[in-house]
């Protein structure tokens, strides 16, 4: 069936440096697309989102790409920071407004 | 910052009780949502509510669940027989409009024993 994906479970990085989270979708009818972070202890926290007529949205610190020739989102995040750590969830609308999200992948900021 | 509360924090309750799970909206909210997070899994919707009526219900979203706005200000989640796989995190959401950006509460964990 249709769903959405992350490459990978976990992300380690170390302060300073540039974070890319991946995420795969396969639902073609997919218009809508929308990051979240999630803090342990706390509930989805919307990030950026990006609409299926756009390659790329920028954000404060934070850039979506999406590339519907394959299917795939990544979410970059510039000078990750401490903070940053958390795990992060893409995920998709396709003409509902309810989100199906993805798996998540845990980003761990190494100061 | 308006917020989205949830009570309780975390409730533990034995196989076979009903629990309700309680979410505060943010006040000029209209639309209101829960969804579940077994651990390690993904968010899944459970069901979206507005004008004190069901909007949308996923398949998990079977007869022993059920959702009402009692008093105008509470969103709650009741489910009657609960069972072990019930166990997760619930999170009620809302938004102000029927539109993409839904604002999370806390959560709370639900342990059935």
């Given at each position: 069936g249709e769903s959405v994906g992350l490459h990978l479970p976990t992300l380690s990085v170390q302060?300073?440096?540039n974070s890319i989270i991946n995420c795969a979708y396969s639902n073609s009818a997919s218009d809508y697309f929308i990051w979240y972070k999630q803090e342990s202890g706390k509930?989805?926290?919307f990030i950026i989102d990006i609409r299926s007529n756009m390659d790329k949205r920028q954000g404060q610190r934070v850039t979506v790409l999406l590339n519907k020739t394959v299917k795939h989102l990544s979410l970059q995040i510039a000078a990750t920071q401490p903070g940053d750590s958390a795990v992060y969830f893409c995920a998709e609308t396709g003409g509902?407004?309810?989100?199906t999200f993805g798996r998540g992948t845990s980003l761990i900021v190494h100061p | 910052e308006p917020e989205v509360t949830q009570t309780p924090s975390h409730q533990v309750t034995q196989m076979g009780q009903e629990v309700i799970l309680r979410c505060v909206p943010i006040s000029n909210h209209l639309y209101f949502y829960w969804y579940r997070q077994i651990l390690g899994q993904k968010v899944e919707f459970l069901v979206s509510f507005y004008n004190n009526e069901i909007s949308e219900k996923s398949e998990?979203?079977?007869?022993?669940f059920?959702?009402?706005?009692p008093d105008g200000s509470?969103?709650?989640?009741?489910?009657r027989s609960t069972k072990l796989e019930d166990s997760a995190m619930y999170f009620c959401a809302t938004t102000a409009q029927r539109d993409y950006t839904q604002y999370f509460g806390p959560g709370t964990r639900l342990t059935v024993l």
């Open positions: 302060e300073g440096d509930g989805p926290q509902s407004y309810i989100p | 998990i979203f079977d007869d022993q059920s959702v009402e706005r509470n969103f709650t989640l009741k489910i």
